[in-house]
């Protein structure tokens, strides 16, 4: 081959992480035609409003918990206020009805697509909001949230292949980090509205965007490795058009590597043992379910869930929905932040510095519900918890809030990720659900309780990172594999 040739390099993509892909910038600089990346990112950001819609369903419970446990009736749907059992289900079910799809998510999105799956999971979250509305006992609001939970599920595994597949290596980053930042983004809209209009009204509010979703993601196409899996050739060069604002002739290429790649995985799928007999697919699995398990026990779900009614046990001299606001506001000001710093920095070095000082902010906010509950006289620190509670926001936003999942896109083999996605997924989720479900217990016992075990599992999180996960700035996923494999465990 003379050195006039493109010399066209293959990597692998995950099929339900964002991972680095094959390479096509070295190639793309030999076409005449240059990539219009605002059609990328008009694709990316339609599909994301899905993941807006999602984030709704996580911020939902703050603003409407105080509604439903006040004896004043008047702004709720129920008769009678809802008891800790009740508070603890409607919290967390959403996770539960979410940590057993991803099974199925996965095989639905190579049957039906990305796409087709991502308009009919809006669905469930549309049925959901309309029972929240007509419903009249807790049972029903219970099972409108766990609705609300499969289509979330559904949405969070089928996007990031969405992502990563429609997009060139140089913006497969940035696009896959819109995902997080539009999850934030549907709580802060939750945080923002939720207390200063009635339930029925935010229902109504949150109903109105999966709706919007579904109808300017309708005329985005489908992703091209879908389309040319199932040996739909012309549609996938007429999405590639599209994404890449190019001729047909200027997507040829492109589309030559798409075909070469599906052929190559195809070849080598492996088989669910392979996941736990080879020491580096051990390793991989351990380190990125480790990581997904402990973001969920670093105590953000109970915070996102409670915050309203953290600000008000505190006795905060800031109003609680504006202290709550401010989380929200914090939440997506730090999920732009990782994208910049993740590559220039390094994983491994922000989860040990972020797991850290999330460990003394939670061990500060214990304090303050302690000496609280026991001396009552906390008129001097009354802006502690804000403060300590936007530093954890800030170092769990540029760390375990996004890094967990492109770990997971890096360290598992591509040819494995169909298995080890699902198990991470799920075990995070019910992280997520038994976090959520037990605060109201341990808020009962003891507000200091909940969040000194929250700080516990941060000082976990940080040992954990420091001895147990590898650096994979910079590495191919090769030099990855290879590295995983290096210390037999």
Not at 56 to 70: A, E, F, N
Not at 184 to 204: M, T
């Amino acid at each position: 081959m003379s050195s006039d040739e493109p010399q066209i390099k293959y990597q692998e993509v995950s099929p339900f992480q964002i991972s680095e892909g094959f390479t096509n910038s070295n190639s793309r600089s030999h076409t005449m035609e240059p990539v219009k990346t605002g059609r990328i990112f008009l694709a990316a950001i339609a599909a994301n409003l899905s993941a807006f819609a999602v984030g709704t369903c996580l911020g939902w419970t703050s603003p409407v918990t105080p509604k439903l446990k006040t004896e004043d009736t008047s702004d709720s749907p129920l008769d009678a206020p809802i008891d800790s059992s009740d508070e603890a289900w409607i919290s967390s079910i959403v996770a539960l009805g979410a940590l057993v799809v991803p099974f199925f998510a996965g095989p639905l999105a190579d049957r039906i697509g990305r796409k087709w799956l991502l308009l009919y999971s809006s669905t469930l979250l549309i049925v959901g909001y309309i029972i929240l509305m007509v419903g009249r006992v807790a049972w029903v609001l219970l099972v409108a949230r766990l609705i609300n939970g499969f289509g979330a599920g559904f949405i969070m595994t089928a996007l990031p292949m969405y992502l990563a597949e429609i997009a060139t290596d140089n913006l497969r980053g940035a696009t896959g980090s819109l995902m997080n930042l539009f999850i934030v983004a549907g709580i802060l809209y939750c945080y923002s509205i939720g207390p200063y209009v009635s339930y029925q009204v935010l229902q109504w509010c949150c109903l109105a965007l999966p709706i919007v979703f579904m109808i300017c993601y309708f005329f985005m196409p489908e992703s091209p490795y879908y389309l040319v899996s199932k040996n739909r050739k012309d549609d996938a060069l007429k999405s590639l058009q599209f994404l890449r604002g190019q001729s047909l002739s200027g997507v040829q290429q492109e589309m030559s590597q798409i075909e070469k790649f599906l052929e190559e995985s195809n070849a080598t799928k492996g088989s669910p043992m392979d996941l736990f007999k080879l020491p580096g697919n051990r390793k991989a699995l351990l380190i990125t379910t480790g990581l997904l398990i402990l973001q969920q026990l670093s105590g953000i779900n109970a915070v996102q869930i409670n915050s309203q009614s953290i600000f008000a046990d505190a006795g905060s001299t800031l109003d609680p929905a504006i202290a709550t606001i401010l989380i929200g506001t914090v939440q997506v000001g730090s999920s732009i932040i990782i994208p910049i710093i993740a590559d220039r920095v390094g994983r491994r070095i922000i989860l040990i510095t972020s797991s850290s000082i999330m460990a003394m902010a939670l061990a500060a906010l214990g304090a303050f519900f302690y000496v609280k509950r026991n001396s009552g006289n906390v008129d001097n620190i009354l802006w502690l918890p804000i403060v300590v509670l936007v530093i954890h926001m800030i170092f769990y936003c540029i760390s375990f809030g996004a890094l967990p999942w492109a770990i997971l896109g890096e360290m598992i083999p591509p040819n494995l990720k169909y298995i080890a996605a699902p198990i991470a997924t799920s075990l995070c989720l019910a992280a997520g659900f038994g976090s959520a479900f037990v605060y109201p217990y341990l808020d009962a016992m003891g507000t200091h309780y909940v969040f000194w075990i929250f700080a516990g599992f941060c000082v976990l999180a940080f040992f954990f990172s420091f001895f147990v996960v590898i650096e994979t700035r910079g590495l191919s996923l090769p030099q990855i594999q290879d590295k995983l494999s290096a210390k037999k465990m």
